[in-house]
């Protein structure tokens, strides 16, 4: 198709000269001379044709060579970001059905895997742009700070399951901070799924088709997409994260606005402040500016999809997960063995 498009062009862009054809050549000397003259005429013009043809010929086929060229270079470019697209693609799960079967076993722990991610975004600050989700929780000067008491056991959970997941990438270890947002994510679902199983009488398959059928499960794209974040190799500054059990509303409300987020967030975001929803719901529930969406969420939870208040808390987490976050697109992606087709038998 490029050599038909370039061949049809006018003859200026291939470098061609805009004269008479040879026929209409040979035409001419043939009414002014002889029979003689007018073949030798006509020889010459066709062998002048001949050349610009052949000169012109060849560089369109040069501009051709250019343009395949250049479609080869970006047809290999485009196939190789697709094959790292899947290498991160398989990768990421990989890491959630490791995530999802600690969990499982653990499902006490899915409240302090949710205020663990939390706590980790939420030292974020947005003036001097440091802190956020960078996994410094992991650091022992971190973890052992008053609002982080009783963290401890998600982080273990967290560290083994890295193990097992290290064990088997094929393009470096995870870091923690790609680990720690993971971990809640993975924890949210199980409380959407759980919800579904809920509404179904207990019965896990129905729970299941309902999740899949009207939940939130497709919504996850854009927080899939935020994987490549760098871990911190020192503890954040202290004092940017409140003690949610104890702040008061107005505290919390602050801490929100002040990484970009407000009370929307804090009242979808109730069952990450700690163990008992319920509880935190009738505090936030007392202050005008948290009431409404209180109200609106517990209205969602209500109905059979739930879908304004999973939908608005993936959105939340999602953009608590990269505060102050350079993603890196290429990680955990790696080369492709070469093949060899010249030892290939056939």
């Given at each position: 198709m490029a050599g038909a498009?370039?061949?049809?062009?006018p003859a200026l862009r291939l470098g061609l000269?805009?004269?008479?054809?040879?026929?209409?050549?040979?035409?001419?000397?043939?009414?002014?001379?002889?029979?003689?003259?007018?073949?030798?005429?006509?020889?010459?013009?066709?062998?002048?044709?001949?050349?610009?043809?052949?000169g012109g010929c060849f560089g369109a086929a040069v501009g051709l060579e250019i343009v395949e060229?250049?479609?080869?270079?970006?047809?290999?470019?485009?196939?190789?970001?697709?094959?790292?697209?899947r290498q991160r693609s398989e990768f990421q799960s990989s890491i959630k059905s490791t995530l999802t079967a600690a969990i499982e076993a653990k499902p006490e722990l899915v409240p302090s895997l949710l205020t663990l991610a939390l706590n980790d975004a939420m030292t974020y600050d947005k003036a001097t742009k440091t802190g956020g989700p960078n996994g410094s929780i992991r650091l022992s000067a971190e973890i052992s700070r008053p609002e982080n008491s009783g963290l401890s056991a998600a982080l273990d959970l967290l560290v083994e399951a890295k193990k097992e997941i290290d064990s088997y990438s094929k393009g470096g270890p995870i870091s923690f901070a790609d680990l720690v947002q993971i971990g809640a994510s993975q924890a949210l679902k199980k409380t959407f799924l759980d919800a579904a199983i809920a509404k179904t009488g207990g019965n896990e398959e129905k729970g299941r088709t309902?999740?899949?059928?009207?939940?939130?499960?497709?919504?996850?794209?854009?927080?899939?997409?935020i994987f490549g974040r760098d871990d911190a190799q020192e503890p954040d500054p202290e004092g940017r994260v409140p003690q949610w059990s104890t702040a008061s509303v107005q505290e919390m409300k602050d801490k929100f606005i002040s990484v970009g987020l407000g009370?929307?967030?804090?009242?979808?975001?109730?069952?990450?402040?700690?163990?008992?929803?319920?509880?935190?719901?009738?505090?936030?529930?007392?202050?005008?500016?948290?009431?409404?969406?209180?109200e609106k969420y517990q209205r969602s939870r209500e109905t059979v999809s739930r879908t304004d208040y999973e939908v608005d808390l993936i959105?939340?987490?999602?953009?608590?997960?990269?505060?102050?976050?350079?993603?890196?697109?290429?990680?955990?992606?790696?080369?492709?063995?070469?093949?060899?087709?010249?030892?290939?038998?056939?």
């Open positions: 498009t370039f061949l049809s062009a000269p805009s004269v008479s054809s040879p026929i209409q050549v040979c035409c001419q000397a043939k009414s002014g001379g002889s029979g003689a003259e007018a073949a030798a005429a006509c020889e010459e013009a066709l062998r002048f044709r001949r050349r610009d043809l052949i060229g250049s479609t080869r270079f970006t047809g290999v470019a485009a196939a190789a970001d697709l094959i790292e697209r309902l999740y899949s059928a009207y939940g939130s499960s497709g919504q996850w794209g854009f927080f899939d997409k009370p929307r967030q804090v009242a979808v975001m109730s069952a990450f402040f700690g163990p008992d929803q319920a509880a935190t719901e009738e505090k936030l529930i007392a202050d005008p500016d948290c009431r409404p969406w209180v959105t939340a987490v999602t953009k608590l997960s990269y505060l102050g976050q350079k993603i890196n697109y290429e990680a955990y992606t790696y080369p492709k063995q070469k093949i060899n087709l010249g030892k290939l038998k056939l």
